[in-house]
């Protein structure tokens, strides 16, 4: 038989376990939104002007810092391969040159050859501003990144696309970017989202990570100067390009977004820095790592 202590005893344990609930359900969805990215890599044209003069000391600085992947340069491939294989970091994507898209041999060739070097993926990089001309060249050039989708297809490469800021400027009611998308086939043409240049063109990237979720597979992880005004081409100061969270733009929800949405990598770029590439990409490589999102 219980006495009257005990059960006094039992209600105010009771209604302390209580009260401790709410917080432990808040601890506990603290812990699940608070992970690290684990797949985060670097494009190598943030180091195209110290990589072809040491390509085996700037790779395996890339490595010391702590990233695990890189996206190449078609152009550069054969030059950092043997090095590239003497590290542990991982080739996932690989940025081909523009003039490969339309010519189905040569660009079969190129496939086959990045397909022999395990990339996962295959980019185009940048449409020249001569070749740009409105929504009929991007319709032109959505037609030639779904024919080589689907060759890549059979060789387990898939193809994405790179945006700048041109893509976003209104045209006709609609933009570049939209067109593009619409007449590209999603099951082998992704793309590829430079944060930095769509927030250069005014948008909000976790917005856009939102609106193609499921669209985007590679993300450009750089930082933009505050105060840069909105523009729909590439001319801006190389100062406007900053080491990862040394500017303005809001890389927690950013990386949040891209969780949710399907991003499958991650690659740190910086076009242009005010000193060694390698310190730069130290700072980004810190603050992404240490960033609980």
């Keep these: 038989m219980i006495s009257g202590m005990e059960k006094l005893a039992r209600r105010n344990f009771l209604r302390g376990a209580a009260g401790l609930l709410p917080l432990t359900a808040l601890a506990q969805n603290k812990m699940q939104g608070s992970h690290h990215l684990k797949n985060l890599g670097v494009q190598l044209y943030t ?39 003497k590290t542990k970091l991982k080739p996932v994507s690989i940025h081909l040159d523009s003039d490969l898209f339309g010519d189905d041999v040569k660009m079969q060739g190129a496939l086959e050859k990045v397909a022999h070097h395990h990339f996962q993926y295959a980019v185009f990089p940048y449409l020249p501003e001569n070749q740009r001309g409105g929504l009929d060249a991007i319709k032109r050039l959505a037609e ?14 898939h193809i994405c696309y790179h945006n700048h800021a041109f893509e976003y400027q209104p045209m006709n009611g609609t ?80 990386l949040r977004a891209a969780q949710a949405e399907g991003v499958k990598h991650y690659f740190v770029e910086q076009d242009h820095t005010p000193g060694n590439p390698i310190d730069s990409l130290r700072i980004s490589y810190n603050y992404v790592h240490d960033l609980s999102f």
């Design 144 to 157: 030639k990144l779904n024919s080589a989708g689907e060759q890549g297809k059979k060789l387990g490469v």
């Design 175 to 254: 933009t570049p970017l939209a067109v593009l998308l619409e007449n590209t086939d999603k099951d082998v043409v992704s793309l590829e989202l430079d944060v930095f240049w769509a927030s250069v063109a005014g948008h909000d990237p976790v917005e856009l990570l939102k609106k193609y979720s499921g669209r985007i597979a590679l993300l450009h992880l750089k930082d933009k100067e505050k105060g840069l005004p909105v523009q729909y081409n590439e001319h801006v100061p190389p100062e406007a390009f900053k080491a990862v969270g040394k500017g303005s733009l809001d890389f927690p929800a950013i």
């Design 47 to 85: 180091v195209r002007e110290i990589l072809p003069k040491d390509p085996s000391g700037v790779l395996n600085q890339i490595q010391e810092i702590g990233y695990t992947e890189v996206e190449a340069i078609y152009a550069s491939l054969d030059l950092i391969w043997p090095s590239l294989q």
